[in-house]
């Protein structure tokens, strides 16, 4: 089956302190726009450089944007080349990752905000994985169309709160009604509730690891938003 894709490349997004002209500027505000545009964002970093904290900014951004978002480490081949050459010196780091999966686990440490994200390795020059990251891509759009059916939510919501109850605050303890997916895109829910500033993001991001080991959503960002249950007539 034949898709299309519509590809924004976008400037690095430098230091404020470098931001020295309105051309930089601009291209800081197109970035940005760019994030705010797109159905998927693919973080690209450098796995020489590592993560630096401009990737953690651009990481921000797209999860403020509530967007999907794959991780791409690119260059790995270089990394790979500079490993044995430090390790054949004696100059490697103790504790460095130099490995895929180690290096995957060290990525999705640091970026904790972006832990839902699949971490891809490739290398543009010898065109290494750049097929499973087109592979990520369409995964992850078709994770981000689900539409979960309100029982088998439900079901997956009243289960966590068994597993594990929320805190009470101030002598009150946040009750679960039930609840309902409002849309795709990011994947929204709407849970009914009796008081909803008990409703913590702590609690919230509990909820939402327990959707997605329900139903995967992964590359995806999960929306919780909380209502007081309508009173009965």
Request: hydrophobic letters at 45%; glycine letters at 4%.
């Amino acid at each position: 089956v034949r898709q299309r894709y519509v590809l924004i490349d976008t400037a690095g997004i430098r230091k404020k302190r470098r931001i020295a002209d309105s051309i930089e500027f601009f291209s800081v505000r197109r970035a940005e726009d760019s994030i705010e545009r797109c159905d998927i964002a693919v973080l690209v970093l450098d796995a020489e450089a590592g993560i630096v904290e401009q990737d953690k900014k651009i990481a921000g951004k797209i999860l403020e944007a509530q967007k999907a978002c794959v991780i791409a480490v690119n260059k790995w081949d270089l990394f790979e080349e500079a490993v044995r050459a430090k390790r054949e010196a004696g100059k490697l780091p103790p504790g460095m990752p130099t490995t895929l999966a180690g290096f995957a686990e060290w990525v999705q440490r640091q970026l904790f905000f972006l832990d839902f994200a699949p971490v891809i390795f490739t290398s543009a020059t010898t065109g290494f994985h750049l097929d499973r990251l087109l592979e990520a891509v369409r995964y992850v759009a078709a994770q981000l169309q689900q539409k979960i059916p309100t029982a088998l939510l439900n079901r997956a919501l009243h289960d966590a709160v068994e597993r594990r109850q929320p805190a009470s605050r101030a002598g009150h303890r946040l009750k679960f009604f039930y609840a309902t997916q409002l849309r795709t895109a990011p994947p929204t829910f709407l849970l009914f509730v009796n008081r909803e500033e008990l409703l913590t993001e702590q609690y919230k991001k509990y909820l939402a690891d327990a959707l997605r080991r329900a139903f995967g959503f992964e590359g995806c960002p999960i929306v919780l938003e909380a209502r007081p249950r309508p009173r009965a007539s």
